[in-house]
């Protein structure tokens, strides 16, 4: 189902690359516009003139039956909307999938998904969040973002969550310029002045997360852009930790949706009143639907702080233990890219001991 003579070397050399142009639009009524532009250069060579009039005869015909490109096919429009309702129907199964705890199977569908409808970037993009936020492995996180932002150019939340994924990678010259282009696209999407925000304050009080100086000044420059330029809100923490809201939705990058959590929570200092506790075990455990019942544990270092990323949006419990102190927090991130900073104070702990027995 594709037009006819759309092989390599099927039309003359001297059309291949105007051609070239059609077959990268979306629409055949846009190829059509591609010719007739090219055409209505008054000073076009004969040869290539009656080639382009030839050729543009094949794309007329596919613009009257209304064809749309679906991969290298060229497909009507009521396969199309065929092909669109498996592939919802095909994500909606993966939810259930992994709401039986099956990933492999939730993977596979969504690789499906994928497959059938390559014109869409919503099952990469759904792969992307698996990616970051379960399986701690940004790297294929950012396979997936970029697989999306080849398939929908103008997607600015899969820039967004591309410029996350790197920044947990230490890729900060990529995250800069996906960040940056992510504004470009969509100048109102606060989220990304929230991780432009959330890189600087990890960069300047985390180790692992630290910005080389380079790498600093180009996402200063960004933030800088985004609240004086772009009118964005400056980042503030206090409000995620309040479990106020912000910017978000369901992470749809057709429809728009919100990004993947940012870099790490910060622990901003474990300890009994104002001594650091150190080699403490900190448990995040994630509250919300979705991910209910998962949970990350760290250690906390020599000066008492912790970091632990990729817990997904929504409330969350901490819990430390020390020897035979203990304490616990409760937070909520409520935006994609937020980050939630938590004090958590150590007071003895001990047992309840017991015994159940039945009511006589």
Known sequence: TAPRGVEPGSVPAEIE???????????????????????????????????????????????????RRLGKRWVT????????????????????????????????????ASRLHPE????????????????????????????????????A?????????????????AAARHFKRALEIMPDLQDVCDNLGVAIGAGATTTRFRLPDRNAQEINELYRWAIHDLQLKPYDPRKFSRGGGGPGGPGDPAGGGAPPGGP?????????????????????????????????????????????????????????????????????LAAGGSTNTVTLALFPAGSVLGRIVRAD
């Open 120 to 155: 869409s970037g919503k099952a990469d993009f759904i792969m992307g969040l698996i990616y970051t936020l379960v399986a701690n492995n940004d790297i294929k996180a950012a396979e997936h973002f970029t697989e999306v932002i080849k398939r929908e150019p103008n997607n």
């Open 264 to 332: 790490p929570s910060e622990g901003d200092g474990l300890a009994d009143g104002a001594t650091p506790a150190p080699n403490a075990v900190v448990t995040v455990a994630m509250d919300g639907p979705q991910f209910s019942g998962r949970s990350v544990t760290r250690q906390s270092d020599a000066d008492g702080r912790f970091s632990v990323g990729n817990i997904a949006l929504g409330p969350f419990t901490a819990t430390v233990q020390s020897g035979a102190l203990s304490a616990r927090a409760e937070g909520t």
């Open 77 to 112: 429009e009521a396969e199309y909307e065929d092909i669109e309702q498996e592939t919802e129907r095909l994500i909606t199964h993966s939810f259930e999938l992994w709401r039986l705890n099956d990933r492999d199977l939730c993977k596979a569908e969504l690789i499906r």
């Open 17 to 67: 690359a105007i051609e070239a142009d059609a077959l990268a639009c979306r629409t055949a009524a846009e190829a059509v516009q591609v010719y007739k532009i090219y055409l209505a250069d008054k000073n076009l060579p004969v040869a290539q003139r009656r080639a382009a009039e030839k050729r543009l005869e094949t794309w007329l015909e596919y613009a009257e039956e209304k064809r």
């Open 157 to 173: 939340y899969a820039y967004n969550n591309l410029a996350v994924s790197e920044v947990f990678t230490r890729r900060y010259g």
